[in-house]
């Protein structure tokens, strides 16, 4: 198997709403996002499906000399070798893999956040680095559109803690921020037990329709930064956002039953979402 042959494996595996934005694109930047998609994957698996902390540990250490390795011409792993003949044309810096491993390595040092500007700085790792990078490669004339990436990265991260509070409980964490629980009285003690009838109380409904409001700002703020003239390359992008924030609608119209579930959308139906941004230009 190629490395070309593996990170397209990675990603169409993955079944995630980035890999159908994807099909839009011409091929080198598609090989590109592709490749960045799967390093991503390979550092998000290490934390999500290795149950021993101090082994998750060690992995991301391993990746972090990769990365260096990769970046001083010796890539070893199939997922470097592909990516790294295409950073140049694309702008994608050590710097930009090192953070999204650095967000990684958050995720098993902490598994609680005081408050919204500490998991904003986690968001920023993990999802902000990934909108920058991801601007670059689908085609960015204007400086705007890095900060458009960021808020829109931040909009579609605060979706995934929303729809993943219950799977997130099941692995011990908690990524609503403390202070916010306190203010809607809701314990974390109630929520690492995702039990029911408490779990879905006005409560817990009142926490996450505020949790729900602010993610739809900040997609409202990322697409008012988002220029004029990087509409049309930023297609991919918008895209993923339409598919983002269907998913958020389905969870709100649901009563925000994410405890016990995981809501998803059907390949169908974010392909639909897909192909009508693609049509439409938004």
């Known amino acids: 198997m190629t490395p070309q042959q593996y990170v397209q494996d990675k990603a169409a595996k993955s079944g995630s709403s980035f890999y159908y934005a994807f099909l839009f694109l011409p091929p080198p930047r598609r090989a590109a996002i592709t490749a960045f998609y799967a390093f991503c994957r390979e550092v998000d698996d290490v934390v999500d499906e290795v149950s021993d902390p101090s082994v998750a540990a060690a992995k991301l250490a391993w990746w972090r000399r990769e990365v260096t390795s990769a970046y001083a011409g010796q890539p070893s792993h199939p997922v470097m070798q592909a990516l790294l003949p295409l950073a140049a044309d694309y702008g994608i810096q050590e710097a930009h893999l090192q953070a999204v491993i650095e967000g990684c390595q958050t995720d098993?040092?902490?598994?609680?956040?005081l408050d919204y500007p500490g998991?904003?700085?986690?968001?920023?790792?993990?999802?902000?680095?990934?909108?920058?990078v991801a601007a670059n490669i689908f085609g960015r004339t204007a400086e705007a559109t890095t900060t458009y990436a960021h808020r829109l990265g931040l909009a579609m991260q605060l979706t995934n803690i929303i729809r993943d509070v219950g799977d997130d409980a099941r692995r011990g964490r908690i990524y609503l921020p403390v202070n916010e629980l306190q203010r809607f009285d809701v314990k974390a003690h109630e929520l690492l037990k995702r039990e029911t009838p408490w779990g879905y109380s006005e409560r817990f409904t009142a926490l996450m329709k505020f949790q729900a409001e602010r993610a739809h700002a900040a997609y409202d703020d990322a697409l008012a930064q988002l220029p004029a003239a990087d509409r049309t390359a930023q297609k991919p992008g918008l895209m993923m956002a339409n598919i983002y924030r269907t998913l958020l609608r389905e969870i709100e119209a649901q009563g925000f039953q994410v405890l016990h579930q995981r809501t998803s959308l059907t390949p169908l139906r974010k392909l639909w979402i897909a192909t009508r941004t693609h049509l439409r230009g938004h």
């Open 119 to 132: 998991l904003q700085r986690y968001c920023h790792l993990v999802a902000g680095v990934v909108g920058e």
């Open 108 to 113: 098993l040092d902490q598994t609680r956040f």
